[in-house]
């Protein structure tokens, strides 16, 4: 069974920062795309970060700067250290990770985090 565990949220005030983790079970990581979402209330899901099976890392410019993204393929975990948070950040962050397309993809979500930055 496929189980995507984020971790790491909190309240933080606005300036300071946090580090989530994503980490899975009956997956291997390294060969999926992992991508952080967040979801504001009243606001559609957002891609905010992602790195491909290569490395390769991209950012939502409202994050650019202030929020990294990185794995660790030895304890299957996925990162988001976000510096410099601003009130316009509280969301719940979920991991999704992504292989194949089609009929041969596979789609996994975490149950979210809450981050709450208060101004």
């Known amino acids: 069974q496929v189980q995507l565990v984020e971790s790491g949220g909190g309240l933080v005030q606005a300036g300071g920062s946090l580090r989530l983790s994503c980490a899975a079970s009956g997956i291997t990581f390294r060969l999926f795309a992992i991508g952080w979402y967040r979801q504001a209330p009243g606001k559609q899901r957002e891609l905010v970060a992602s790195?491909?099976?290569?490395?390769?890392?991209k950012y939502a410019d409202a994050v650019k700067g202030r929020f990294t993204i990185s794995g660790d393929n030895a304890k299957n975990t996925v990162y988001l250290q976000m510096n410099s948070l601003k009130s316009e950040d509280t969301a719940v962050y979920y991991c999704k990770a992504d292989r194949g397309t089609g009929p041969f993809q596979y789609l996994y979500w975490g149950q979210g985090t809450q981050v709450t930055v208060s101004s």
């Open positions: 790195i491909s099976t290569d490395g390769t890392t």
